[in-house]
């Protein structure tokens, strides 16, 4: 009886989460009647912050239908709370934000995801296209076929076919191109990385959901990177790919020598695997894996005041304190800041909430 209770409780909610507010309403109807959609349809995705919607628009040219996805963020909710680390020490958002805001919270938190997806997608990046952004919605392009049912997520992909486990380290590969690809000529750290993330289709990885994702230059950027390339090496390792060490790849997405371009890149991969210390005994495995370890768990220096601060480190030594003070060379001078991408902070999207009716 308990758990038929649950199931209610359960399918209550899914249901009340999918009604739209007043608003959305509002902002769907003036997206349609401005052209961005024609027909709003069922939800693709319900999740904590965001419900993501099938739509389509019907091209009155061309006579052809033109799948969209919507993703709109939830106004209501106060998980926002802990994304606050992502957006403290963001500069982009240097007027902070609003805590006690919601709307305005979530607000930001969709914009951010707009501006982070017009990059990656100007970069080249297989990504959704971004299409329009109005307050708490934002429209982009549809990842899936033309029936309308969405790519699957990397987890859920069925590989199958010839060399299954070649196909896989493809995938790996590829997708390490793009973790630098995005660092380097986006100059973004996606942050939340993992087979949750990316859609899949024939060979091809898709990556999504970046609200979160932060410069280089913000305080957490490289912690954020390195749990990336730790969720990344996981999920490879389960599928059977020999994945590089995290210290390896870490060098590879932030150092700025090589082509972010394939085929030039793959094969800066595979160049790593050639030149990779292959462990001679057990002895030998076990010390790499450490290594990694280390790696995982090191102090990583992000300003050049942190770096520097060699004095008080000195100090902590000498107390027996700051084991995890390791100043790798890889982090010292190598990292690169990549350069910044010249008006386009510029390009404002924040004409969107002036238009919207006084009723919003
Ligand atoms: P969340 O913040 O809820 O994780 P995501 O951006 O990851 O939001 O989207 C949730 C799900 O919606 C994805 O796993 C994917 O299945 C689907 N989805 C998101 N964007 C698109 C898109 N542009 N095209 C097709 N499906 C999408
Ligand atoms: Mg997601």
Known sequence: KK??????DKADRATSEQVLDQRTRMILLQMI????????????????EANVYGAVLHDDKSGDTIQRAIKVYKTAI????????????????????????????????????????????????????????????????????????AYPRLRDAAIDGDDVDRQWRNLYIQLLGL???????????????????ILYNKGTLYIIDVSQSVEPDHPRSLEFLRMDIK?????????????????TIFN????????????AMSAAVELLYDSRHAAADEDEAAELE????????????????????????????GKGEGGELVYSNLLADQVVAPKRQDGDEEQSTSDSDSDVGAEL
Request: aromatic share 10%; with cysteine.
């Open 78 to 149: 106060l998980v926002f709370k802990d994304r606050e680390r992502y957006i403290t020490g963001e500069h982009r958002f240097k007027g902070g934000f609003d805590k006690g805001n919601n709307r305005k919270m979530v607000k930001l938190w969709a914009e951010k995801e707009y501006r982070n997806l017009r990059r990656i997608y100007a970069a080249g990046i297989p990504c959704p296209e971004p299409i329009n952004l109005k307050l708490h919605v934002l429209v982009m392009g549809f990842l899936g076929d033309r029936k309308g049912w």
């Open 231 to 247: 969720n990344v090496g996981d999920f490879f390792r389960r599928m059977g790919v020999d994945t590089l060490s995290d210290r």
């Open 3 to 8: 758990d038929d209770d649950k199931d209610k």
């Open 179 to 197: 973790m630098r690809k995005m660092y380097q000529v986006c100059r973004l750290v996606h942050a939340d990385l993992s087979e949750y993330n």
């Open 33 to 48: 009647n401005r052209g961005s959609v024609s027909e709003v349809h069922g939800a693709i995705s319900t999740g904590k």
């Open 252 to 263: 590879f997405i932030t150092t700025s020598a090589g082509s972010v371009e394939e085929p």
């Open 290 to 317: 450490v290594d990694n370890e280390v790696f995982r768990n090191q102090y990583i220096p992000q300003t050049l005041e942190q770096v520097y601060d060699m004095e008080k480190d000195a100090q902590r030594l």
